[in-house]
């Protein structure tokens, strides 16, 4: 177009690749030689030289056919669910698998494809014909290295961690994972947002000041895709508002053992 200069092109999002990420759920109290197991795991995805892992802590949740597991206000340490999200290619995370198997009992291990953007401040033409393998998918490489996986489905249900279910009149994030713990899923997690925004446009953030922001939630489900939507029947009458997604992932279960 006449008049208009083209701007060059900045290095920010380039460098496409499909991986996987890998997640990890377990609790605070899980242990490897007297640390915590969450330590463990995102320290030796460091040693391996993975391309990020993040720690979550959850606010409530229960894994297998563990206790349901809550905040409580007055004790300065309780049994929390953990999250660990690993994201790579398929075989680094094979070999990371490979390494930490042993010490993943009580835990529940979902792998999905994903996407990755990587971000570079700068970029020569040798950063440009450095592109990741583009993996076919995730069957090939991790299933190799764990048992037998389960054709899964994880569910996220994003809501305010003030809403409260119309008939109980319990907080909405609470009574999701009661009734996930009632019909025997796999596992459950609550996630708790720093910012965010709902239906009604309204950005909410924590601050010091704030008592009662309504702030995001996240409640995550896993188990066989069956037993997900007779979940998400069961559930419908309390989701007045809020957003659902289902996500494929291949599941495996370790309800006990290890070192």
Known sequence: MAGVERQPETAGMRLQGENVLCRVMLTNYQQHHHRPLYEVLLERAWRQGLAGATVFRGMAGFLL?????????????????????????????????????????RSLVTLERACVIYYRKSE????????????????????LVMELPEEGTLLRIFVGDCDRDPESGQLLSERLVRVARERGLAGATVLRGQMGFGRHSVVRAAKMIDTSPNMPVVIEVVDDESRI???????????????VTLEKVHLYRHPGGGE
């Not at 409580?72 to 930490?100: D, G, H, Y």
């Not at 998400?232 to 957003?243: C, F, K, Q, R």
Request: overall charge negative; aromatic content about 6%.
């Open 65 to 105: 056919d563990g206790p349901l597991l809550f905040r409580k206000p007055f004790r300065p340490s309780n049994e929390m669910p953990m999250v660990i999200e690993v994201v790579e290619c398929a075989e680094a995370i094979a070999a990371w698998l490979t390494q930490v198997r042993p010490l993943l009992h």
């Open 229 to 243: 939507r007779e979940y998400l029947v069961a559930i419908d009458p309390m989701l007045t508002e809020g957003l």
């Open 124 to 143: 020569s033409p040798q950063d440009l014909g450095r592109r990741p393998p583009k993996v076919n998918g995730i069957d090939k490489e991790v299933p």
